[in-house]
């Protein structure tokens, strides 16, 4: 059974198409690169399965469930926003991850803490934007999650932490897992990507494996990129 | 997974209503210290902070409420309406737990809040030897109210009573949740239209209140009970709020619990 599985999604805002018809798979064990410019559609299919938007019609699910209770708790979601609540400080972020993953392996956390030289006392309120990310990208993967959602997880980061979150999803997620990457920056992820989805005005213009594009279009992924997405002169 | 929300929640609302409570007893306890200065003491700085004492009492009892009101609806605004709702709607628990979370945390510190402010009035009242004057006067009301009711009724009706306080309570919050539920529902002006949704529920709710109490009394009074049997006319008045007071409820939960899980729009 697929993880993640669309069907003829459709998501409409008030006139806009934001979502058209998407039909896509995510299999167990991959990691994919969900590729397309702003404004693609991208978030709003992270969203939808999240559970944060309904879609308009057509079908999301998750290891065949609709999204819901049950699906959030196999789901690893790290949003484009910084979601913590300023006043907690990271030990009461542990507690509160702790108490409703139980997928959640706090020492994973405590040791990529230490790693990153983030105090255990420091409020939120008291980091750095950069530092902040970090926290919330920690937290995300030190669950033992079936699916990775990831929306533009290296968006807003300097090259060594940008680095430093690429090693850390790629040592931090099983073999079952999945990671679904949100980005437009293709050139940083594509040597940890297995397949790719991209995604254009809503609708998907490729669903590949990385190694198929490279022989069968004898290119990288961001040159694919670049002449699927290239503007009109 | 609702104990683990509401644990949650409480520490996150503890952090301002406990300082809060400490305010009032401290307010509370300057208050009464001040009060056993002679207003005619020569001593002007004294009659000045007695007088001072008061205002500060006052203010601290008023900004009790206040501030337990505020908070509860702000949470609810920033905990699930802004960049925390990413958190919050991606646990792995139930719209109606996330709602019901927030309710029953508002509904706890809304009753700590009037017993604390209770608390504080009678002990004013005490120090300042004013309950002594008023016993009498309690007694013979309640020996008149024992006289007229029986025991059953007294307890029913005190039931009645604390069964319409909580469901308003749970209503009163409920339209606020509503409003700031239906107003980001929307993509631009959200909190705006949150405050036009709670005005527009307001003036909804005084129409109703004004036209439904009138026919409501004439409703209950009309068979003659009201001059007969002031308890049974008391009784319907009590159900008949309850009624009233659950379908405001039920009505602000249906159009709340909707928003959240079939419109959220966080930005």
Redo the contacts between chains.
């Keep these: 059974m697929a993880l993640l599985e669309c069907r003829q999604l459709t998501k409409n805002?008030?006139g806009v198409l934001a979502l058209d018809r998407v039909d896509l798979t995510v299999e167990a064990g991959r990691i994919v690169g969900l590729l397309g410019p702003n404004g693609s559609g991208k978030t709003t299919l992270i969203?939808i399965a999240?559970?944060?938007?309904?879609p308009t019609s057509g079908t999301l699910t998750i290891a065949g469930m609709a999204p819901?209770?049950?699906t959030?708790?196999i789901?690893s979601?790290l949003?484009e926003?910084?979601?913590?609540?300023d006043?907690m400080n990271v030990v009461?972020l542990l507690d509160?991850f702790c108490?409703?993953?139980p997928d959640f392996d706090r020492s994973t956390a405590e040791h990529m803490l230490t790693a990153l030289e983030i105090s255990p006392r420091l409020r939120i309120k008291q980091m750095s934007k950069g530092t902040r990310e970090k926290v919330q990208l920690i937290l995300v993967m030190s669950r033992k999650a079936r699916l990775y959602l990831l929306d533009e997880p290296i968006g807003g980061v300097d090259p060594a932490t940008r680095d430093y979150i690429i090693r850390t999803i790629l040592t931090n997620y099983n073999e079952q897992a999945s990671v679904v990457i949100s980005t437009h920056l293709i050139a940083d992820v594509e040597n940890v990507l297995d397949d790719v989805i991209f995604i254009n005005k809503g609708r998907v213009a490729l669903q590949s494996s990385v190694d198929q594009i490279r022989e069968e279009k004898g290119c990288s992924v961001d040159e694919l990129f670049r002449e699927v997405f290239r503007y009109a002169e | 997974?609702l104990s683990?929300l509401l644990?949650?929640e409480f520490?996150?609302t503890a952090?301002v209503m406990l300082p809060v409570y400490v305010l009032l007893a401290v307010s509370t306890g300057l208050f009464c210290l001040s009060m056993r200065i002679d207003p005619t003491y020569e001593l002007r700085a004294l009659t000045v902070f007695r007088s001072l004492m008061g205002f500060i009492f006052g203010v601290t009892i008023i900004g009790t409420g206040i501030v337990t009101l505020a908070l509860m609806v702000y949470r609810f605004y920033k905990?699930y309406m802004t960049?925390?709702?990413?958190?919050m709607?991606?646990?792995?628990?139930?719209t109606t737990q996330l709602l019901w979370s927030k309710l029953i945390v508002a509904l706890v510190w809304s009753i700590v809040t009037a017993l604390a402010v209770m608390a504080a009035a009678l002990l004013t009242m005490v120090s300042e030897g004013i309950l002594g004057g008023l016993l009498p006067d309690l007694r013979t009301i309640w020996s008149y109210l024992l006289s007229q009711l029986t025991t059953g009724q007294l307890v029913s009706f005190g039931v009645e009573f604390m069964v319409l306080i909580i469901i308003s309570s749970l209503g009163s919050y409920l339209m606020f949740y509503a409003a700031i539920s239906l107003g980001h529902s929307f993509?631009n002006h959200k909190l705006l239209l949150s405050v036009v949704f709670y005005l527009a529920f307001s003036v909804g709710m005084q129409t109703i209140a004004s036209f439904g109490g009138v026919f409501g009394i004439i409703a209950i009074s009309e068979d003659g009970f009201f001059l007969d049997d002031p308890a049974i006319w008391v009784q319907r008045l009590a159900l008949g709020g309850i009624g009233v007071a659950l379908v405001i409820a039920v009505v602000f939960y249906v159009v709340t619990h909707l928003m959240l899980?079939?419109?959220?729009?966080?930005q």
């Design positions: 805002y008030g969203k999240n559970g944060l938007l309904v819901g209770p049950d959030k708790a789901v979601y949003p926003r910084t979601y913590l609540s006043w009461q509160f108490d409703f993953y | 997974m683990k644990k949650h520490r996150a952090r905990n960049d925390e709702g990413y958190l709607f991606t646990l792995p628990v139930s993509a899980k079939k419109r959220l729009n966080l």
